[in-house]
């Protein structure tokens, strides 16, 4: 760890911290000295992430609920007192024939991946300002491409990118950074959980699939922390792309 990535004395708020990309990025962010609020709506799942972080503080929450969102970050702050990074990792996909699509799995979608990370930024701000902190948003290669079956998921990973820039750009002259990450596939549980649409062509699903492979989760955390550190200092509305080249063209 370089001393420019030191998060010693900082504090983070991760989402999606029971499994796969957010339980990476917290204990990442944990190793790098940061005091982590873990957040999620899998309760065992965070409680072992809890479990591997020493002094770590955790939150069962369903955030498409946009109260919820408000209470998370303001309790993160009770308990450590600062927050200096929040890191919104959560996120979910429903792959669909797109006229089959149901409307719950569309606001689901929506609200988790797109209201959420608003909604905890809108809250978080005021603190962050206060500790010249960053936010770190979880976009996605569905962000700057089309992928079959998956437009819920990507009209929401495209809403990050434009709310990324849009808030950077609102706060140019404030002390505050805020930044995107946009993996490709990756090894994780919703990667597991993989359910392909009745009748679909897999020759356009394979299409997303990249020629070197998955991307490896801590890839993505440790590019997280290196925005949420004073290492970051020179991005700011920018959207690292980390997906083994599947958006080069």
Known sequence: MSIATDMSGKVALVTGAASGLGRETALALAKAGARVYLVDVNAEGLAETAGMIEGSASETADLSDAQTCGKVVAAAVETFGRLDALCNVAGLIYLANTPD????????????????????SQAAIPHLL???????????SASFIGEAYAAAYCASKWGIIGMTKAMAMEF????????AVAPGGMVTNIAANFVPPEGCDFDLIKRFSGMRGTVEVEDVANMIVLLASDAGRGFHGACINIDKGITAG
């Open 130 to 140: 206060e500790t010249d902190g960053a936010i770190v948003n979880v976009a996605s």
């Open 101 to 120: 699509m149901s409307l719950d799995r569309l606001q689901r979608t929506l609200d988790v991946n797109l209201m959420a990370p608003f909604v905890l």
């Open 172 to 179: 140019q002259k404030k002390p505050i950074r805020i930044n």
